[in-house]
């Protein structure tokens, strides 16, 4: 309406002297110019950081290892019990156990987390068998829809990719 009917104009905040956007706020402004800082890439972990403050803060807390901390924290094994592992196509994965509880129903369960293929997998149950078989049947129909799009084949136990 202020163009158009106001012919009103307003000179840009900024200019980038790099690529020749204007911007009308500041804001704007900043926030692509962050676009052209250099990128860093971690020694450890391998990701590309932009940004000379965010890579500082990045290599703070970088273990070299993307997985969330759970995954990271050894099992704990109470008492009694041995130490849990699942096997799919002849790689080990630790399960951890925990709790959960639905903020709504305020219904605990058992959860039975594993870190696989670069995601965290869950089974939840009133007990852990039950938590195992449902984080195994997650687990065995991702691996289903995987196979049937063609993107992974079953090798000698193992799955592979398929080449391009």
């Known amino acids: 309406h202020f163009i158009e009917i106001h012919k009103f104009k307003q000179a840009a ?39 000379k ?10 273990y070299g290892d993307d997985r969330p901390n759970w995954a990271r924290a050894p099992v704990e094994v109470q008492p009694g019990e041995d130490k849990e592992v699942l096997e799919i196509y002849g790689k080990e994965y630790d399960v951890r156990w925990g709790t959960v ?39 065995k129909n991702h691996i289903k829809k995987t196979m049937d799009k063609g993107l992974y084949t079953l090798e000698d136990g193992e799955l592979v990719p398929e080449p391009t």
């Not at 020749?20 to 950081?49: A, G």
């Open 53 to 62: 403050l965010w890579f500082r803060k990045h290599i703070e807390k970088c």
């Open 101 to 139: 509880t639905n903020t709504f129903t305020k219904k605990t369960r058992i959860a039975a987390r594993a870190w696989i293929e670069g995601k965290g997998w869950v089974g939840r149950g009133e007990t852990r068998d039950e938590a195992r078989n449902m984080l195994i049947k997650a687990l």
């Open 13 to 51: 905040y900024r200019k980038c002297d790099i690529c020749n956007l204007d911007f009308y706020e500041e804001r704007k402004y900043n926030t692509h110019m962050k676009k052209h800082d250099p990128s860093y890439t971690c020694d450890l972990c391998k990701k590309k950081i932009t940004g």
